[in-house]
């Protein structure tokens, strides 16, 4: 069984930052392209950014330049540095992760539990 758990979310003012972090746990034989979605209240959920195994990011236009996104290999681990936030980034954010499991021999796609995320002064 493989889990994600995501933390760092919480309330900041605009202009403010906060990194999010997003653990991988289980029965984990490799990992593959990572990402960050978001949720706002009341709309659909769209991916902000994602990282391969690589390193290769992209972003959302509405993120360039404000979010990197980063992984820690060693430790199953993607982040989200989140920085001159604004109230249009307020939405709780999940990670995704295409993981392999020790058990299988295909790839799937797992989800995190999501963090909110307040931007408001």
């Known amino acids: 069984q493989v889990q994600l758990v995501e933390s760092g979310g919480g309330l900041v003012q605009p202009g403010g930052s906060l990194r999010l972090s997003c653990a991988a746990s289980g029965s984990i034989s490799s990992i593959g392209v990572m990402r960050w979605y978001r949720q706002p209240a009341g709309k659909q959920r769209e991916l902000v950014a994602h990282i391969t195994s690589g390193g290769n990011t992209n972003y959302a236009d509405s993120v360039k330049g404000r979010f990197t996104v980063s992984r820690d290999n060693a430790k199953n681990t993607v982040y989200l540095q989140m920085n001159s936030l604004n109230p249009a980034d307020t939405a709780v954010y999940y990670c995704?992760?295409?993981?392999?499991?020790?058990?299988?021999?295909?790839?799937?796609?797992?989800w995190g539990q999501g963090t909110q995320v307040t931007v408001s002064s």
């Open positions: 995704n992760a295409l993981v392999q499991a020790y058990s299988s021999i295909n790839w799937r796609a797992y």
